[in-house]
Every structure is written in C-alpha cells, then in structure tokens.
C-alpha cells in the first residue's frame, strides 16, 4: 500500500525557513519521481518542485526563485523540501504527491503558516 506521510510544517515569521518532509512506504522510492504541491485558502492546489527517482534532477515552480530546495534520501524512503526566505504568500498546506503506473497518490499535507 503507498502511503505518503508529510511533517515539518508549523508558523514561522517572514524570512524564516522550515524544513518539509514525505515519508514514503509502500512502492519503489528510487525509482518513481516526488513532487510537493501547496493549496493556500481558496486558490487551487499549485506544484512547488518535482524530483526524480534517482534524485539527480530536479524542477521548480517559477515562484520559488532560488528560496527552496527538493532533496531525497532514497536509504530512509523521504523526499524533503528546504524552504528559506519564506513570505506570507507561501502559506499553504503542503502536499506529498508521486504517480505510480497511472494512479495519483497523496499525502495529507502539513500546514505551514507564514505570519509575524
């Protein structure tokens, strides 16, 4: 059973950073890619940065200019997004998010709120 399993979201002030992970289980994590998404309050769920299975390419949503960063430790099944210089606008409930033969799997996001 795939099963994506977010956590490190929290309030943080403006310019701060967090650090996002995704706990995978379920499937081959070397091998399938791993994107985040958010969805702030009434906006549509938005992708953030895809990796790939082996983690050597990597792909960002033009809005993160340079702030985040998507890794993954293929040894302990997680994919983790370092977030720096974060703003107001980067409030949102993170999502977990592969494909796996055709089938979408998510996880139940983490929250992360940007706020002084």
């Known amino acids: 059973q795939v099963r994506l399993v977010e956590s490190g979201g929290g309030l943080v002030q403006p310019g701060g950073s967090l650090r996002l992970s995704c706990a995978a289980s379920?499937?081959?994590?070397?091998?399938?890619?791993v994107k985040w998404y958010r969805q702030a309050p009434g906006k549509e769920r938005e992708w953030v940065a895809t990796?790939?299975?082996?983690?050597?390419?990597?792909n960002y949503g033009d809005f993160v200019k340079g702030r985040f960063t998507i890794s993954k430790d293929n040894a302990k099944n997680s994919v983790y997004l370092q977030m720096t210089s974060l703003r107001p606008d980067d409030t949102a409930v993170y999502y977990c998010?592969?494909?796996?033969?055709?089938?979408?799997?998510w996880g139940q996001g983490t929250q992360v709120t940007v706020s002084s």
């Open positions: 379920g499937f081959a994590f070397s091998i399938f890619f």
């Open positions: 990796i790939s299975g082996n983690g050597r390419d990597t």
């Open positions: 998010h592969t494909m796996i033969l055709s089938k979408t799997y």
